[in-house]
Each structure stands twice: as structure tokens, then as C-alpha cells.
């Protein structure tokens, strides 16, 4: 059984945070669109290319413009105006751990109870079959360990909205929060950079450094290039970084050991983000890592073994423990990673407590 979030109250929290640097181009879109001129336009650019070029950020196509898929991006209030800014969303960094976790950690059995439709079957039968296979998946996963630590931290809906087709919902313990790039750059990469943007031009965010890509994908039966597949986009170009913050509500030590365990496997290019990671994008290295750990008096016992903990001095100290756990040290939560992979395998480490 998968004890309650919240039954007591939230007595402890860890707060994680992390700077990511970005080792290759990094692909992140929202949907959102820009217009690039590769000419002079007219005359002068029937035969050039990369000459004189144009970009209408967020802009519309058309004529000698041609369409391309922007970046994520966000909108900051800066000095009392709104300014755009190129950010990897928090969506995408929890959305890529979370999938990671469920690949590596939970049985393929139970993948379907992470990634089923929440729309159920407008056929009652079919619905009340459903509900009950459901029921029954469900039954056995909650025996299974890594299922368990996965769905307490991330949580999920599964069932839709019925409640009487064995819905299952729970608030998952972490959050994240991103900050924008800190690159500067006027204007996008592209070979030449002969630009001339004319009336109506706008480069748009400067906070990071971008290029753009031209792709050309090839047809799956005739090898050939595919009809209508050439497009542009914009990726983030590798050597810049970010700021991730992660909170979990009531963390466990086995949760430190999940931090540990990504750190790992992102500077091992095995965790990447964002699209295309099948041909490389996407992957990071973690710049620095800190872990503080904040509690109610006596609500932190389960973390005394840790190495490295270090009470801080803080204006709620009459009422909280706050430690700082590890600081740019990567290999320092070396026992979270041991108590982890007790609690998967069933052989506790030594030293570690139990699940709750």
C-alpha cells in the first residue's frame, strides 16, 4: 500500500539545485514560429545565399520568407516592460527525468499505467473491462518497488475522471523550477552572418546563444529525400548554461539517491532533454549541485548517516533543522545511490531505514 502524501502535514523539504550546461545543440520547441530571409530578396538574390540576410522573430512567413520552428521561450518583466526569453520550461526538465525513471526503474508491465489515455471508453462493457484490468495491473504494481517510488514522487491520474472505474490520482512530491539561459546574443548563428533586417525585422530574445538548423528528413521506404520534410529550426548552441531548482515535500534518503542517480546518468549523456536526442541533441553535464535539507525538530533523523551534512544557522532554526547536504560534489551522495538500489533490489544498505 502506498502510504497518504500529506497525512501529517508537510514536516520536511529538500531543495535541490543545479546548474546544467548544455554539451550539445539542445532542441526545445513551443510551437511558436519566426520567418527567415536567406537573400537580399528580388534580383539581387536569385543566386545567393546567406547574403544580406533577414529574421522576423515570431513573425509571419511568406513570399521571400520562409518559415521556422523557434525555441522554447518565456515572457520576463524586466524594468517594468515584458521581454522575451529563451528558457528550457521546467515541463520539459521534469517531463525528461520522469520518463527516464519510469524506462529504468518500473517493470515494462506497468509502463501503461504511467502512458494509458485518461478518456474512457464511451461502451460500458468496454469501460467496466478496462477498469477492472486496471484494477487488477494495479494491484500488482503497488508490490513493486520501484512502481511505488516512482508514482509517490511524480504522481498521476490514472482511470480519467471516473471515480468509480478505479481512478487513481495522487500529488506528486517534486517540483522544479527553471531560469532562463544566461548566453548573450544579439542575433542567430548561421554561416556567413551578413545580416540586414530592413523595416519589420526583429532578432527577438538575446539571453542565449542560437543557431539555425536546416534538416532534410529521408523517406523511410524510398531512402529518397521526403516530399515536403525540409525545414528550419532553432537550437540552442552547446557551451551555455541554466538554473534548476527542485523541491520534494517529505523527501525520503532513497529520493537523494534518485538525485544522485540522475546527476550520473546526465553527465553520462544517457539522460538527455529536449528533441532529436536520437542523433545527439540534448545532452548536459551538471555544473554544480546543492542539496539543502530543511525539517521539523526531530523530522530528519532518517537523513544523520549522510556525509557532508551541515547544520545552517537560519532565521527559522528555533523551529527547523536546515542542513546542507552536498555542495558541487557529485560524488558525495555515494551512500543515497547504495540506500537506492536497496530499496529496488530488497537488500537495504547498511545503515538505511525502511519505507514508510
Same mark, same amino acid.
Given at each position: 500500500?502506498?502510504?497518504?502524501?500529506?497525512?501529517?502535514? +508537510?514536516?520536511?523539504?529538500?531543495?535541490?539545485?543545479?546548474?546544467?550546461?548544455?554539451?550539445?545543440?539542445?532542441?526545445?520547441?513551443?510551437?511558436?514560429?519566426?520567418?527567415?530571409?536567406?537573400?537580399?530578396?528580388?534580383?539581387?538574390?536569385?543566386?545567393?545565399? $546567406?547574403?544580406?540576410?533577414? =529574421?522576423?522573430?515570431?513573425?509571419?512567413?511568406?513570399?521571400?520568407?520562409?518559415? +521556422?520552428?523557434?525555441?522554447?521561450?518565456?515572457?520576463? +518583466?524586466?524594468?517594468?516592460?515584458?521581454?522575451?526569453? =529563451?528558457? +528550457?520550461?521546467?515541463?520539459?526538465?521534469?517531463?525528461?527525468?520522469?520518463?527516464?525513471?519510469?524506462?529504468?526503474?518500473? !517493470?515494462?508491465?506497468?509502463?501503461?499505467?504511467?502512458?494509458?489515455?485518461?478518456?474512457?471508453?464511451?461502451?460500458?462493457?468496454?469501460?467496466?473491462?478496462?477498469?477492472?484490468?486496471?484494477?487488477?495491473?494495479?494491484?500488482?504494481?503497488? $508490490?513493486?518497488?520501484?512502481?511505488?517510488?516512482?508514482?509517490?514522487?511524480?504522481?498521476? @491520474?490514472?482511470?480519467?475522471?471516473?471515480?468509480?472505474?478505479?481512478?487513481?490520482?495522487?500529488?506528486?512530491?517534486?517540483?522544479?523550477?527553471?531560469?532562463?539561459?544566461?548566453? *548573450?546574443?544579439?542575433?542567430?548563428?548561421?554561416?556567413?552572418?551578413?545580416?540586414?533586417?530592413?523595416?519589420?525585422?526583429?532578432?527577438?530574445?538575446?539571453?542565449?546563444?542560437?543557431?539555425?538548423?536546416?534538416?532534410?528528413?529521408?523517406?523511410? &521506404?524510398?531512402?529518397?529525400?521526403?516530399?515536403?520534410?525540409?525545414?528550419?529550426? @532553432?537550437?540552442?548552441?552547446?557551451?551555455?548554461?541554466?538554473?534548476?531548482?527542485?523541491?520534494?515535500?517529505?523527501?525520503?534518503?532513497?529520493?537523494?539517491?534518485?538525485?544522485?542517480?540522475?546527476?550520473?546518468?546526465?553527465?553520462?549523456?544517457?539522460?538527455?532533454?529536449?528533441?532529436?536526442?536520437? &542523433?545527439?541533441?540534448?545532452?548536459?553535464?551538471?555544473?554544480?549541485?546543492? =542539496?539543502?535539507?530543511?525539517?521539523? *525538530?526531530?523530522?530528519?533523523?532518517?537523513?544523520?548517516?549522510?556525509?557532508?551534512?551541515?547544520? @545552517?544557522?537560519?532565521?527559522?532554526?528555533?523551529?527547523?533543522?536546515?542542513?546542507?547536504?552536498?555542495?558541487?560534489?557529485?560524488?558525495?551522495?555515494?551512500?543515497?545511490?547504495?540506500?537506492?538500489?536497496?530499496?529496488?533490489?530488497?537488500?537495504?544498505? !547498511?545503515?538505511?531505514?525502511?519505507?514508510?
Amino acid at each position: 500500500m502506498i502510504p497518504a502524501l500529506f497525512e501529517n502535514g +508537510v514536516t520536511s523539504v529538500l531543495k535541490a539545485d543545479w546548474t546544467l550546461k548544455l554539451e550539445t545543440p539542445l532542441c526545445i520547441r513551443n510551437g511558436s514560429h519566426s520567418a527567415f530571409r536567406s537573400t537580399a530578396g528580388g534580383n539581387e538574390g536569385k543566386k545567393t545565399r $546567406n547574403v544580406k540576410m533577414g =529574421y522576423r522573430f515570431n513573425g509571419d512567413s511568406g513570399g521571400d520568407w520562409s518559415q +521556422v520552428s523557434e525555441a522554447a521561450f518565456c515572457v520576463a +518583466v524586466e524594468n517594468g516592460r515584458a521581454v522575451p526569453r =529563451y528558457r +528550457v520550461s521546467a515541463k520539459s526538465v521534469r517531463g525528461a527525468i520522469r520518463s527516464w525513471t519510469i524506462t529504468h526503474l518500473v !517493470p515494462e508491465e506497468f509502463h501503461v499505467l504511467f502512458t494509458e489515455t485518461n478518456k474512457a471508453p464511451a461502451d460500458k462493457e468496454a469501460a467496466k473491462k478496462a477498469a477492472d484490468e486496471r484494477g487488477a495491473k494495479w494491484d500488482e504494481a503497488e $508490490n513493486d518497488p520501484g512502481f511505488r517510488l516512482v508514482w509517490d514522487l511524480f504522481g498521476g @491520474v490514472i482511470g480519467g475522471d471516473d471515480k468509480a472505474a478505479g481512478q487513481k490520482l495522487r500529488a506528486g512530491r517534486l517540483s522544479c523550477v527553471t531560469e532562463p539561459l544566461n548566453g *548573450k546574443s544579439e542575433k542567430p548563428f548561421v554561416q556567413g552572418q551578413d545580416w540586414h533586417q530592413g523595416a519589420g525585422g526583429s532578432f527577438g530574445p538575446d539571453n542565449a546563444i542560437r543557431h539555425l538548423t536546416v534538416r532534410g528528413p529521408l523517406d523511410r &521506404i524510398t531512402q529518397a529525400a521526403k516530399s515536403g520534410g525540409l525545414h528550419q529550426f @532553432v537550437e540552442l548552441s552547446p557551451g551555455q548554461s541554466f538554473k534548476v531548482s527542485f523541491r520534494v515535500a517529505n523527501p525520503r534518503p532513497e529520493h537523494l539517491g534518485l538525485f544522485a542517480l540522475w546527476q550520473r546518468e546526465i553527465d553520462s549523456g544517457m539522460l538527455r532533454m529536449g528533441g532529436l536526442s536520437s &542523433i545527439g541533441r540534448g545532452r548536459m553535464t551538471v555544473e554544480t549541485a546543492s =542539496y539543502v535539507l530543511a525539517g521539523k *525538530k526531530g523530522c530528519l533523523a532518517d537523513f544523520e548517516a549522510f556525509q557532508g551534512s551541515e547544520t @545552517v544557522s537560519d532565521l527559522f532554526s528555533d523551529f527547523w533543522d536546515i542542513r546542507r547536504l552536498f555542495v558541487n560534489a557529485p560524488e558525495s551522495p555515494a551512500n543515497a545511490l547504495e540506500i537506492l538500489r536497496g530499496l529496488l533490489t530488497g537488500q537495504p544498505a !547498511p545503515g538505511a531505514v525502511k519505507e514508510a
